[in-house]
């Protein structure tokens, strides 16, 4: 089955500052990335995702990358604020089924 | 903004006693999703659930759990028999189609199991 590993499990980084996340998945058949934002308590809310017909998607601040060959994708974050501190889970899926199987998280951290 | 709603958002237990958790998934979602993350862990799929059955499961989803949609809008997750070791966060989520779509998640039941 799929395995989803992710780095790092802490991220601390000054506001405005530049946050990098970054995943690998071991099943090449997975063709769709989402990213997660939970922050404490609550439940996690996608804050974008990508497919693997295109290398990078961006949303203002928030940017993903996939690497189809090296089978990693990351998560960057332009411009940090206090708000955007929270735990984020990388997860994948195929088209041989709709569970998502998770990272095991990162926790950001953005000083003021 | 349509959201999933889970009941209770806490549930304390006995072991060995039966619990059924509650989910009302988004109305025109055609998906249905349990998921589990123990404190301080990753979320872990459970249980996919599409036109009245169970399209996937993984291993954590044992004999000891069911799912089942008992009128048009309730999705349900019962443990017949608890153990210490089910104590989690379980997520409900749906999703309008399956295979790389959105999934939406509710709020979470915590579910603590003495």
């Known amino acids: 089955g799929e395995n989803v590993e992710q780095h790092p499990s802490t991220l601390s980084v000054q506001e405005g500052d530049s946050a990098v996340i970054k995943c690998t998945y071991s099943?090449?058949?997975?063709?769709?990335f989402p990213w997660y934002k939970q922050e404490l308590g609550k439940r996690p809310q996608l804050i974008i995702d990508i497919r693997s017909n295109v290398g990078e998607k961006k949303d203002q601040r928030i940017a993903v990358t996939l690497n189809k060959t090296a089978k990693h994708f990351s998560l960057h974050i332009t411009e940090t604020q206090p708000e955007d501190s929270a735990v984020y889970f990388c997860?994948?899926?195929?088209?041989?089924?709709?569970?998502?199987?998770f990272g095991g998280g990162t926790r950001l951290m953005v000083k003021p | 903004e349509p959201e999933v709603t889970q009941t209770p958002s806490h549930q304390v237990t006995q072991m060995g006693q039966e619990v059924i958790l509650r989910c009302v998934p988004i109305?025109?979602?055609?998906?249905f999703y349990w998921y589990r993350q123990i404190l301080g862990q990753k979320v872990e799929f459970l249980v996919s659930f599409y036109n009245n059955e169970i399209s996937e499961k993984s291993e954590i989803f044992d004999d000891q759990f069911s799912v089942e949609r008992p009128d048009g809008s309730n999705f349900t997750l019962k443990i017949r028999s608890t153990k210490l070791e089910d104590s989690a966060m379980y997520f409900c989520a749906s999703s309008v189609s399956g295979r790389a779509n959105e999934q939406f998640f509710g709020p979470g039941t915590r579910l603590t199991v003495l």
């Open positions: 099943d090449s058949a997975s063709n769709y």
């Open positions: 109305s025109n979602h055609l998906y």
């Open positions: 997860a994948a899926s195929n088209n041989a089924g709709n569970m998502l199987t």
